[in-house]
């Protein structure tokens, strides 16, 4: 295996899994951004055989520390060096799990060389959708989503069908439609003249779910199930007005497939994704994952309700961006990576991340996302665009 974005929270899922099955699984190579302590760590009990990362001096850091525990492990860096453990011939299987859209070039080449691609990187399909999916159907890759509402989709498919959705369709499956499930977040029932006043310290404490920073925050304002639905219409070739939110606050039905017959087929478990983690990992068997059975007595009762888009205009912005196609998908998810950014750090308040995106989305890109270059020029005006909006908006934040 190559874990790409080895230190964030699916990454350390994924080594979990990986070392309750060491005469099954061998990581060959990770990648970290910037906690080189963890990958020293990561270095020490795995050994993999490469380590990459984006800063020289960073890596420097990290070969001086290997070296002084005997350690030998290849320190590279650069997108390159991601590229090149994400299509390594030794590699069968690769875990995409670096957040935005950094994580993009190697998870696409990662598909065209046809591996087994663990999906946990929203953006590669939010930006890429059809460039990936076509390089899938290409080269024979296998594909498995990890993020927990897709895994579970994926399991309540038909069995041809989930594995080749391009060769059939909804309505020759029977589906009817999917139902995307959402915690509703931290501010589900939050006064909505309050909403402006939400600081990021309240915005990263999900109520289910451990996550990263930036995840956490679009789970706040359910631009994350945005991502999520858009990233649905390309793995399952589902029509966007086939994909339904359903707030659900105690996460435990991760996601359901509603079918002709009247039937919904739901995937139940514990709000941990070592569970879809692990049956990505050794599909279509399944592996002792350390994961806490879920105990439907102690829950007692599931709720759910409606999304309010009034509360969650992000949501809504992302059907917009689906539907108009070419490149407003990318410039969406640039916009808004730029606005989660900005929040975090103070800049502007939590209501302004979907005034944000939605002014990007105004603008007008002369480009059709043919191909790759053109997705990543429109990720790039539409970040450069976000940043002269920030910059132009006087804005104090209490963090």
């Not at 909403?195 to 289910?208: C, F, G, M, R, Y």
Request: glycine share 6%; net charge negative.
């Amino acid at each position: 295996m190559s874990i790409l974005g080895a230190t964030g929270s699916i990454g350390q899922s994924t080594l979990d899994v990986a070392a309750r099955h060491p005469e099954r699984y061998e990581v060959f190579a990770v990648s970290g951004a910037s906690q080189v302590e963890k990958l020293l760590a990561i270095a020490a009990q795995f050994e993999p055989r490469y380590i990459v990362l984006l800063e020289e001096s960073k890596a420097q850091w990290l070969r001086d520390a290997l070296n002084q525990k005997a350690l030998n492990c290849e320190v590279l860096v650069g997108e390159q060096a991601l590229i090149d453990i994400a299509v390594a011939p030794e590699v069968d299987t690769v875990m995409a799990a670096i957040v935005g859209a950094a994580g993009m070039p190697a998870t696409l080449a990662a598909a065209k060389a046809g591996k087994r691609v663990l999906l946990a990187n929203k953006e590669t399909l939010v930006l890429a959708g059809q460039l990936f999916m076509d390089a899938v159907k290409h080269s024979g890759a296998q594909l498995l989503p990890i993020d927990s509402e897709h895994n579970a989709i994926f399991q309540s498919l038909p069995v041809q069908f989930r594995e080749h959705p391009y060769q059939s369709s909804f309505e020759q499956a029977g589906i009817e439609k999917l139902l995307l499930t959402a915690s509703g977040g931290p501010f589900r029932t939050r006064a909505l003249d309050d909403l402006a006043s939400i600081t990021p310290a309240e915005a990263v404490k999900h109520p289910n779910w451990s996550m990263g920073r930036k995840i956490s925050v679009d789970s706040a304002s359910l631009m994350n199930k945005g991502l999520e639905v858009i990233e649905a219409h390309w793995l399952f070739n589902a029509p966007i007005d086939l994909i339904d939110v359903v707030v659900h606050p105690q996460s435990v039905i991760h996601s359901m497939v509603q079918y002709r017959d009247g039937s919904v087929i739901a995937q139940l478990g514990s709000p941990d994704m070592r569970t879809p983690i692990a049956y990505g990992m050794a599909y279509p068997e399944r592996i002792q994952a350390g994961v806490k059975p879920l105990d439907l007595f102690s829950i007692a009762r599931l709720d759910f309700e409606a999304p309010d888009l009034v509360r969650f205009p992000c949501l809504a912005l992302a059907y917009k961006a689906i539907r108009q196609g070419g490149v407003a998908p990318a410039v969406l998810n640039a916009a808004n990576e730029v606005a989660v950014d900005s929040f975090l750090n103070g800049k502007i308040k939590f209501t302004q991340i979907p005034e944000l995106i939605e002014s990007c989305l105004s603008v007008q890109y002369d480009l059709s996302a043919l191909n790759l270059e053109e997705l990543l020029l429109a990720d790039s005006q539409a970040r450069a665009y976000a940043n002269s909006q920030v910059a132009n908006w006087s804005v104090g934040v209490a963090c």
